[in-house]
T-cell receptor
Framework: KQEVTQIPAALSVPEGENLVLNCSFT??????LQWFRQDPGKGLTSLLL?????REQTSGRLNASLDKSSGRSTLYIAASQPGDSATYLC?????????????FGAGTQVVVTP | GAVVSQHPSWVICKSGTSVKIECRSL??????MFWYRQFPKQSLMLMAT?????????EQGVEKDKFLINHASLTLSTLTVTSAHPEDSSFYIC??????????FGSGTRLTVV
């Protein structure tokens, strides 16, 4: 059974610092991995999608890496801003799943202070 | 952008009553939709996968008679929490699948059962 763990559970940094968020998983038979952002009491917004054959994806200040063999993904957010304050979730789709179901980690709650 | 409209955004109901949550896909024919619940500071847990015109597929441990899912059209999926109890209080989110990799989430429904 796949287990998805996100560490740390919460993180507070001053504006301008780089953020490093970790996601680990126990079963490497993943189809892809996504990072989402969730604002309080809201739905999810997709940030980056990494296919199982890829090592990383970049979008603006965001960079996500994937190491399937070690069961890890890292989301880097450069030069953090107060608007980056949110909960960040990683989610996996397994190769054995035909419906496209996602398995989520519990998230990292990020606070960026001005 | 992609639009999934979830309604209501919050609802308070009395114990023993039923509550219906609607998820409308406004700009895309949603063949497959997912329903999740989320407890405070916890991950999204998949409840069921609904496919237009067929019965929903429930995850292990989810009571199908309690959480009724209907996906009668390509634009509407509904979740009805029947005979709600305080332990059903949670945040419910729907999501539609778009092609191979895309997902759009609703904004969620905060259900409080008193």
């Amino acid at each position: 059974k796949q287990e998805v763990t996100q560490i740390p559970a919460a993180l507070s940094v001053p504006e301008g610092e780089n953020l490093v968020l970790n996601c680990s998983f126990t079963d490497s038979a993943i189809y892809n991995l996504q990072w989402f952002r969730q604002d309080p009491g809201k739905g999810l917004t997709s940030l980056l999608l990494i296919q199982s054959s890829q090592r990383e994806q970049t979008s603006g200040r965001l960079n996500a890496s994937l190491d399937k063999s070690s069961g890890r993904s890292t989301l880097y957010i450069a030069a953090s801003q107060p608007g980056d304050s949110a909960t960040y979730l990683c989610a996996l789709r397994m190769t054995t799943d035909s419906w496209g179901k996602l398995q989520f980690g519990a998230g990292t709650q990020v606070v960026v202070t001005p | 952008g992609a639009v999934v409209s979830q309604h209501p955004s919050w609802v308070i109901c009395k114990s023993g009553t039923s509550v219906k949550i609607e998820c409308r896909s406004l700009d895309f024919q949603a063949t497959t939709m997912f329903w999740y619940r989320q407890f405070p500071k916890q991950s999204l847990m998949l409840m069921a996968t609904s496919n237009e015109g067929s019965k929903a597929t429930y995850e292990q441990g989810v009571e199908k008679d309690k959480f009724l899912i209907n996906h009668a059209s390509l634009t509407l999926s509904t979740l009805t929490v029947t005979s709600a109890h305080p332990e059903d209080s949670s945040f419910y989110i729907c999501s539609r699948r778009e092609g191979e990799y895309g997902y759009t989430f609703g904004s969620g429904t905060r259900l409080t059962v008193v």
